[in-house]
């Protein structure tokens, strides 16, 4: 039997994972995932995001950053992704220490594997032994331990054949083109909540690639 096509996952977040939203933690915590179904689709997409870094005069080494990006760039990578075929999801935590209580809130790396076990939940029913690229952040013993639970929590029974997760690995964003795209998500989704200038349009440009964007709590 022939192996299935890998899909390509790529995980980024937006925004922190403190409660101290007074004195200048963000109001609201975004992860976005973007899937791949097929290789050849999201080579063609890196090959153009390095087309788009010449056609703008930006050095091989320039990172496609929402946040520091101009509005000039940032319209011209949306408007260069969307022709590929490609899916996301997102979830965003309102963290009003009014809405969302407990203690493991508190603890950053527990608050980050919730908010990632929240969207691959939700994303779920489309995984099939995906590769899954996170942006390469914290120490080595939290990226383990994040794998170790992603890994318990998104695979359907012992079987292999089964698994919705073939690999997990870590890469910084600046040398991954394709995660920049899932900084992209993350950082559009987050200004929709904040409800920031020019929130529309940035998401009108990516909306039809949109399966799920759940916000918690409600």
Not at 38 to 65: G, M
Not at 68 to 81: H, P, Y
Request: proline content about 2%; some cysteine.
């Amino acid at each position: 039997m022939k192996n299935r096509i890998k899909q390509l996952v790529f995980i980024d977040e937006s925004g922190d994972t403190g409660r101290k939203i007074s004195e200048g933690s963000s109001r609201f915590f975004v992860i976005g995932m973007v899937i791949f179904e097929d290789h050849d689709e999201a080579l063609a997409c890196d090959q153009r995001i390095e087309l788009l870094k010449r056609e703008l005069n930006k050095s091989k080494t320039f990172e496609f950053h929402f946040q520091n990006n101009s509005d000039k760039v940032r319209r011209s990578f949306l408007e260069s992704i969307i022709p590929y075929s490609f899916i996301y999801f997102a979830v965003v935590i309102d963290k009003d220490p009014n809405k969302l209580v407990g203690d493991g809130f508190n603890v950053k790396e527990s608050f980050y594997k919730y908010a990632c076990h929240m969207v691959f939940s939700n994303a779920k029913p489309y995984l099939d032994n995906a590769i899954v690229v996170l942006d390469k952040s914290g120490s080595p013993t939290f990226q383990h331990s994040l794998k170790k639970y992603l890994n318990l929590r998104t695979s359907d029974g012992a079987d292999t054949r089964n698994r919705l997760i073939k690999k997990i690995k870590q890469q910084h964003s600046h040398s991954n083109n394709l995660l920049q795209i899932a900084d992209y998500v993350s950082g559009i989704i987050n200004r929709k909540y904040q409800k920031k200038k020019n929130w529309q349009s940035y998401h009108k440009l990516i909306s039809s690639k949109e399966m799920l964007v759940q916000k918690w709590p409600k």
